[in-house]
T-cell receptor, first 112, second 118 residues
Framework: KQEVTQIPAALSVPEGENLVLNCSFTDSAIYNLQWFRQDPGKGLTSLLLIQSSQREQTSGRLNASLDKSSGRSTLYIAASQPGDSATYLCAVPETSGSRLTFGEGTQLTVNP | DTEVTQTPKHLVMGMTNKKSLKCEQHMGHRAMYWYKQKAKKPPELMFVYSYEKLSINESVPSRFSPECPNSSLLNLHLHALQPEDSALYLC?????????????????FGAGSRLTVL
């Protein structure tokens, strides 16, 4: 059964810092990996999707990488801003069906 | 339209009430999902509909009753809930009805309905 782990569980940084969020998964036979952002009490917003054949995806100040062989993905946030404060979740689909396996999330706080 | 719309945003109900959560999408997606999320936990899958037919029920108690009247709408009927059912209920949709989340067949989530059971 796929297990997804995110480290750290919480992170607090001053504004302007570059930071890295980590996601690891136990079964490397994944189709893709998706990073989501969730603001408190809100739904999930998809940030980046990396296909299994890709090594990275970029969107603005966000860059996600994928290393299937080692079962790892990272989300790099450049020049962090207070508006980046949220919980970041990574998720991979189970190979056999419709289920997404989520990590527990990293709660990010960017201080002005 | 690239949104999944959920109503109501907040719902407070007693344990004897009957209420419904509603979800709507106009992206032409053929798979729709209900997730439950407790505070500081990741979402947990409850139900999956594929081409308006229930394809996955994750052993959810019968006090939760899903309904998919058409390809754009998904309801979750609530009856005789318990206080521990209080949570954020998230609806999602994806393009492919086959259900396998491959390639670009990714989930689009709604903003959620915050349910409090007294």
């Amino acid at each position: 059964k796929q297990e997804v782990t995110q480290i750290p569980a919480a992170l607090s940084v001053p504004e302007g810092e570059n930071l890295v969020l980590n996601c690891s998964f136990t079964d490397s036979a994944i189709y893709n990996l998706q990073w989501f952002r969730q603001d408190p009490g809100k739904g999930l917003t998809s940030l980046l999707l990396i296909q299994s054949s890709q090594r990275e995806q970029t969107s603005g100040r966000l860059n996600a990488s994928l290393d299937k062989s080692s079962g790892r993905s990272t989300l790099y946030i450049a020049a962090s801003q207070p508006g980046d404060s949220a919980t970041y979740l990574c998720a991979v689909p189970e190979t056999s069906g419709s289920r997404l396996t989520f990590g527990e999330g990293t709660q990010l706080t960017v201080n002005p | 339209d690239t949104e999944v719309t959920q109503t109501p945003k907040h719902l407070v109900m007693g344990m004897t009430n009957k209420k419904s959560l509603k979800c709507e999408q106009h992206m032409g997606h053929r798979a729709m999902y209900w997730y439950k999320q407790k505070a500081k936990k990741p979402p947990e899958l409850m139900f999956v509909y594929s081409y308006e037919k229930l394809s996955i029920n994750e052993s959810v108690p019968s006090r939760f009753s899903p309904e998919c009247p058409n390809s754009s709408l998904l309801n979750l009927h609530l009856h005789a809930l318990q206080p521990e059912d209080s949570a954020l209920y998230l609806c999602a949709s994806s393009q492919v009805a086959a259900g396998v989340l491959t390639g670009a067949n990714v989930l689009t989530f709604g903003a959620g309905s915050r349910l409090t059971v007294l």
